[in-house]
């Protein structure tokens, strides 16, 4: 058996302001600034207890000046290259940064958020603390005739603590609320109706997640509120202390919270920091998102969406039709040939309202599933026959293979090693020259990636991910291990599920993280 080959994808370039190219976004920004040049002002509203207000107002001002890197840790380098130092948001993004947010709502009460979240009845619990903040926004973004571009919504401890599905209230400070229902009583109820729906409205609040995040993005798709969840800890974690004086909650240093927050911050107030360099033109992604409506039960059916990414890269979400698209045989998703003809069609049309009536030259499907014969025929019809479309499976392949370098440092990221001329394993983790270590808690892993439809050079494909790894706004990295046309799928499917939508079927990315 003749060895496997092993190759190299070189890191890609990121494209900064004046057409500057580095690798690395802090490096970017911190030298020339954003792509886009800079936005005359920044104008974000902020929500939360006066306390939580308190605090975000303090970071607020710390992040308009200058914040020096962390000093070097005990048996570390002197120097590590990972660490920049943040020298201003203003400075950073070329941009103006009021230190005060420009609308605020400073009437969630503690107290009443506290006890909404010690509700035995976990749905009732969650809907009522997400209640304390969406309802007062929703009002007040209403009022305005310019409202916030974004809000921080800035959340106490017991937020994170207890606003999560596996989440546990302690027995003695459980609270009984107004539902009596069960779930199992619910789902009952969607199958026979009563004649006057008195029992359904008490229903209703299990069709909302027991996730606190996921449901306020949920909640204020339909109102189309941009949000940036923060946590006091987060903003002050030297407020929250133990008895020892050490924090209760470890976090990073100050300069690289507030990188990325920044970079959110910028991203979510329509900033674009940075983008790809020398992309092709006319190239157009598409992830494809699903989540099963329940996924302890037989129930089939599951909601689709489709991440699209422009080559400026701007994410656009399309919410698919929910049916029957999980296959339990296989554990994998796929559409019929109708809505994937419908998804896909629906992006095409985006593509040409932004770009002069032109369909896209190329558009690749990303997907953690394969393609079946039905569903890309659909995604055929649904695009111009002048599209190249090519289907790309992009599977997690952890612990499937290891491999090991000598010397101090794992293997380099981008080493791919070549299957057939239709797959390979690729590392989009793993030592990073720029930062001279690799920041991964283990051996890295590769994910696999498979041309599964179409045609188009593999290694056209596996640039191209490489590349998608290093487009995630809400945060500064070097880069993640996914690329963010699958990053965010499980995110975005979680949202969609995680109340009732009624609203706009397309939404910008950036209401989704």
């Not at 109102?223 to 940036?228: F, G, L, R, S, W």
């Not at 590392?427 to 990073?432: I, Q």
Request: hydrophobic letters at 40%; aromatic letters at 10%.
């Amino acid at each position: 058996m003749s060895a496997l080959p092993l190759i190299h994808i070189a890191e890609p370039l990121l494209e900064f302001r004046f057409g500057q190219k580095l690798v690395y976004p802090r490096d970017g920004l911190f030298l020339y600034g954003p792509v886009d040049g800079g936005r005359p002002e920044v104008h974000y509203g902020a929500i939360g207890t006066p306390a939580g207000l308190a605090r975000l107002e303090r970071w607020t001002g710390m992040v308009a000046g200058f914040l020096p890197p962390p000093p070097a840790r005990k048996g570390a380098r002197l120097i590590e290259p990972q660490h920049v130092a943040f020298p201003g948001f203003s400075a950073v993004f070329n941009s103006s940064w009021p230190v005060k947010p420009r609308t605020t709502v400073a009437t969630i009460d503690g107290e009443a958020l506290a006890k909404a979240l010690r509700i035995a009845n976990r749905n009732e619990a969650i809907k009522a603390a997400v209640d304390i903040y969406v309802n007062p926004l929703i009002a007040a973004a209403s009022r305005m005739e310019d409202p916030p571009t974004f809000w921080f919504v800035v959340i106490p401890e017991e937020v994170y603590e207890l606003g999560r599905p596996l989440s546990k209230v302690p027995v003695p400070e459980r609270i009984q609320g107004h539902v009596r229902m069960t779930r199992s009583e619910a789902l009952k109820l969607e199958e026979q109706p009563t004649l006057y729906g008195i029992e359904e409205a008490e229903a209703d609040v299990y069709k909302y997640a027991t996730h606190f995040r996921r449901q306020l993005k949920a909640r204020l798709l339909n109102d189309k509120i941009v949000t940036q969840i923060v946590r006091e800890t987060t903003l002050a974690p030297g407020d929250f202390l133990k008895s020892n004086g050490q924090p209760k909650r470890r976090v990073e240093d100050s300069a690289t919270i507030a990188w990325k927050l920044s970079t959110g911050a910028y991203y979510k107030d329509g900033g674009r920091p940075w983008q790809l360099a020398d992309v092709r033109p006319g190239v157009c992604y598409v992830g494809l998102a699903y989540k099963r409506r329940d996924p302890t039960g037989e129930d089939r059916f599951a909601v689709c969406a489709a991440q699209m990414f422009l080559s400026s890269w701007e994410g656009v979400v399309f919410r698919g039709a929910l049916g029957p698209w999980y296959r339990a045989d296989s554990k994998q998703f796929h559409l019929d040939e109708a809505a994937a003809r419908k998804l896909m069609a629906m992006v095409v049309k985006e593509y040409r309202e932004q770009h002069y009536d032109q369909p896209p030259a190329e558009l690749f499907v990303h997907a953690k599933s394969s393609f079946t014969d039905e569903e890309w025929r659909g995604f055929k019809s649904g695009a111009p026959a002048e599209t190249n479309i090519v289907g790309v499976q992009i599977a997690d392949a952890r612990d499937n293979l290891k491999l090991f370098r000598p010397r101090n440092y794992p293997i380099l990221r981008g080493s791919a090693l070549l299957l057939d001329d239709d797959q390979a394993f690729l590392w989009t983790a793993g030592y990073v020259p720029r930062l001279d270590t690799y920041l991964g808690p283990e051996t890295p892993n590769p994910v696999l990636i498979r041309r599964q439809r179409g045609d188009c050079a593999f290694d056209t494909i596996l640039r191209d991910v490489m590349g998608l790894t290093k487009i995630n706004f809400n945060s500064c990295l070097h880069n993640d291990r996914l690329p963010v046309t699958i990053r965010f799928a499980d995110a975005v499917g979680e949202i969609m599920l995680a109340a009732p939508q009624t609203g706009e079927p397309r939404l910008p990315f950036k209401f989704y993280i």
